[in-house]
C-alpha cells in the first residue's frame, strides 16, 4: 500500500472534548501506525494556536479564527484559502479529511481542496432535521460542500440515511463504519464503586440537543424516590448552569456532583466509579459514550433516539422515550 500524506479537518478537536475530538485523534493514531502521514487542522484555542506536536508525532495546526457559537468558527469561506492552501503544499498533502457539519473549517477545506484538485472525504457524526432554521442552513451548505466530494462517511446507518436525504449524495457514494474504541482503555473496576450508593454517570456536552432540560427535571424526582442514588455529572456548556440552579433549589448538594469538563485521560476514571451511565440525547448519530460505559461495565440507559439502535447488543442498554416520566 502506498504511504498517504492525510490531513484531517474539524473545528471540533482537543483540547476541546467530545465524540468528535476523540474520534479524529485517535483515527490519526491508527492511520500513522499504518505508515501513512497525518496533520490535522483545527482553530486555535486559547493560547494554544501555531503547529503542536502531539503523540506519536501528530502535528497539529491550531489556526486562529473567531469563534460564534459551540466551538464552532466564523464562516469566512476565501479568507482561509491561503493559510491552507500553504498547509496542503508543506505537507504535500494527498486526501483532505473534514469532520463534522457543523464545522466551518470542514466545509472550508474541502472547497479549496478541489480547487486545488485533491482528493476529499467528509465524515458526518451529527443528525440534522429538515425543518428548523438552523438544519436547513446547514443542509443547504452542506448540499454545496458536498456536490464534488469524493466519499462520504456516516458513524450509522440512520445517520447515513439522514445525510444522504440532505445532502442529496447517492448513496453508492456513502459508507457505513461505526466508531471503536480500544477496550484496553475502558476495563472495569469494581473496587472504584462506592457500595453504599447507587452511582448514575452522565458524561456528555451541556447543551439542548444532549437531552440536558430532561436530565434537570428526572434528578430530583429520581433522588426523592431512591435515597440510595447520586449523580455523577461530567461536561460542559450552557446548560450548566440550569443544573446548578437545579442542585440549589432542592438541596441535592451532597447527591449530585457536577466534575465540569472532563480530560479524555480521565473519562475511564470517572465511569469505574459509577453502576448505571445515563443518555439522555434528543438526537444522537453513534454515541461513543455509551460505548465507553458499557466497556467499564455500567449498564447503560439511553434514549431510543437517532443511531443508538444501532450500537451496543440489546441485553446490555436499556431504552427510555425522551420524555421526563420515562427517563
Avoid at 99 to 119: D, N, P, V, W
Avoid at 228 to 238: C, E, H, N, S
Avoid at 259 to 279: C, H, P, T
Avoid at 310 to 321: H, Q
Wanted: hydrophobic share 45%; charged share 20%; proline share 5%.
Amino acid at each position: 500500500m502506498r504511504s498517504l500524506s492525510i490531513c484531517m479537518v474539524s473545528d471540533f478537536f482537543y483540547p476541546a472534548m467530545g465524540g468528535v475530538e476523540s474520534h479524529l485523534y485517535n483515527n490519526s493514531q491508527c492511520l500513522m501506525q499504518r505508515g501513512h502521514k497525518v496533520v490535522i487542522i483545527t482553530h486555535a484555542h486559547g493560547s494554544r494556536r501555531g503547529v503542536r506536536y502531539l503523540a506519536g508525532g501528530l502535528k497539529v495546526y491550531y489556526i486562529p479564527a473567531m469563534i460564534i457559537y459551540s466551538n464552532a468558527s466564523l464562516p469566512t469561506f476565501f479568507c482561509t484559502f491561503p493559510i491552507f492552501r500553504q498547509i496542503f503544499i508543506r505537507e504535500q498533502v494527498d486526501i483532505v479529511h473534514g469532520h463534522q457539519a457543523f464545522s466551518t473549517f470542514c466545509h472550508e477545506a474541502i472547497l479549496h481542496a478541489r480547487s486545488m484538485g485533491l482528493k476529499t472525504v467528509f465524515t458526518d457524526h451529527s443528525l440534522l432535521g429538515f425543518g428548523d432554521a438552523s438544519g436547513i442552513f446547514i443542509n443547504k451548505l452542506l448540499k454545496f460542500t458536498l456536490s464534488d466530494v469524493h466519499h462520504a462517511i456516516c458513524v450509522s446507518h440512520t445517520s447515513k440515511e439522514n445525510t444522504v436525504l440532505r445532502a442529496a449524495l447517492d448513496p453508492q457514494q456513502v459508507s457505513v463504519i461505526p466508531n471503536a474504541i480500544i477496550a484496553e482503555q475502558f476495563e472495569p473496576d469494581p473496587g472504584a464503586r462506592d457500595p453504599g450508593w447507587i452511582t448514575i454517570v452522565v458524561l456528555s456536552r451541556l447543551v439542548y440537543r444532549k437531552g440536558i432540560d430532561l436530565l434537570v427535571a428526572a434528578v430530583p424526582r429520581v433522588c426523592a424516590k431512591y435515597p440510595r442514588v447520586r449523580f455523577l455529572i461530567g461536561g460542559d456548556g450552557p446548560k450548566r448552569i440550569d443544573l446548578e440552579q437545579m442542585r440549589e433549589q432542592h438541596m441535592l448538594q451532597d447527591r449530585v456532583e457536577l466534575l465540569g469538563s472532563v480530560r479524555a485521560e480521565d473519562v475511564r476514571k470517572v465511569l469505574v466509579r459509577g453502576d448505571i451511565f445515563l443518555n439522555t440525547s434528543l438526537t444522537e448519530a453513534f454515541c461513543i459514550a455509551i460505548v465507553e460505559a458499557a466497556s467499564c461495565g455500567l449498564l447503560v440507559v439511553s434514549t431510543k433516539v437517532g443511531g443508538v439502535p444501532e450500537v451496543l447488543p440489546r441485553y446490555m442498554i436499556t431504552f427510555a422515550g425522551p420524555e421526563e416520566d420515562e427517563i
